[in-house]
């Protein structure tokens, strides 16, 4: 693929085992104009070494891939720096294969019969970070089981968005009682979600939050 880039756009690549599903879905997305479609990959490894050499914001990828299975794919994936974000497909309604892939780093988990319409609304929640599960009960299940499972499974746990807006504004040279004055909270409330903050990161200061806003693009470098 040879995409035009357009600046703001989040940079895409796809990611599945039929030529045809790749080629017509980067059809549709520049059609739609949202997002830049910056390569493709048949395979685990081919995904792996496109996010290491396109670095792109994210990956929709279907998670039945030859030659490296989707989990593996997406846990290598999500060590990279700049780490994208995956969003995954499955054929089927399979939660051992939700769950899997939630475990292993993915944002959103989609069956491959979706609409455009929610496929490309799905993406514009992963490109900001959020998490998107399909099906009418989708944001329960994220709110009751996937967040506290990633929070007990993955080491440190992961942000809340109370914890990415305080990460932020320390990393903008907020004091934590200037973070709290901003967001309204307690002085009390604003260091317990910083030392949450640290632990999670395993930071030993304020340069390592900053590091962490600049990778996620919360701040500018």
Same mark, same amino acid.
């Given at each position: 693929?040879?995409?035009?880039?357009?600046?703001?756009?989040?940079?895409?690549?796809?990611?599945?085992?039929? =030529?045809?599903?790749?080629?017509?879905?980067?059809?549709?997305?520049?059609? $739609?104009?949202? !997002?830049?479609?910056?390569? +493709?990959?048949? +395979?685990?490894? &081919?995904?792996? $070494?496109?996010?290491?050499? #396109?670095?792109?914001?994210?990956?929709?990828?279907?998670? =039945?891939?030859?030659?490296?299975?989707?989990?593996?794919?997406?846990?290598?994936?999500?060590?990279?720096?700049?780490?994208?974000?995956?969003?995954? #497909?499955?054929? =089927?309604?399979? &939660?051992?294969?939700?769950?899997?892939?939630?475990?292993?780093?993915? @944002?959103?988990?989609?069956?491959?019969?979706?609409?455009?319409?929610?496929?490309?609304?799905?993406?514009?929640? !992963?490109?900001?970070? $959020?998490?998107?599960?399909?099906?009418?009960?989708?944001?329960?299940?994220?709110?009751?089981?996937?967040?506290?499972?990633?929070?007990?499974?993955?080491?440190?746990?992961?942000? =809340?968005? @109370?914890? @990415?807006?305080?990460?932020?504004?320390?990393?903008?040279?907020?004091?934590?009682?200037?973070?709290?004055? !901003?967001?309204?909270?307690?002085?009390?409330?604003? $260091?317990?979600? @910083?030392?949450?903050?640290?632990?999670?990161?395993?930071?030993?200061?304020?340069? +390592?939050?900053?590091?962490?806003?600049?990778?996620?693009?919360?701040?500018?470098?």
């Amino acid at each position: 693929m040879s995409p035009t880039l357009s600046l703001g756009k989040p940079n895409i690549i796809i990611v599945d085992e039929q =030529t045809l599903f790749r080629e017509g879905l980067a059809s549709l997305f520049r059609q $739609e104009g949202s !997002v830049n479609v910056i390569g +493709d990959g048949c +395979d685990g490894l &081919e995904a792996v $070494e496109k996010a290491a050499t #396109l670095r792109p914001d994210v990956i929709i990828m279907s998670l =039945t891939l030859p030659k490296l299975d989707a989990v593996s794919t997406i846990k290598r994936i999500r060590k990279m720096t700049p780490c994208p974000e995956v969003l995954a #497909l499955g054929a =089927t309604h399979n &939660e051992t294969q939700m769950r899997e892939a939630f475990e292993a780093g993915a @944002r959103a988990y989609l069956l491959k019969h979706c609409d455009f319409q929610e496929l490309s609304f799905a993406l514009s929640k !992963v490109a900001k970070g $959020e998490f998107y599960l399909a099906g009418p009960g989708g944001n329960d299940v994220i709110a009751e089981y996937v967040r506290p499972l990633l929070e007990n499974t993955r080491p440190g746990g992961i942000m =809340t968005q @109370r914890e @990415r807006e305080i990460a932020k504004l320390l990393a903008d040279g907020y004091s934590t009682k200037e973070a709290a004055d !901003v967001l309204n909270i307690s002085p009390k409330t604003a $260091e317990t979600h @910083r030392a949450a903050i640290m632990k999670k990161l395993g930071a030993k200061n304020v340069t +390592d939050i900053v590091r962490y806003c600049i990778r996620n693009r919360l701040i500018e470098p």
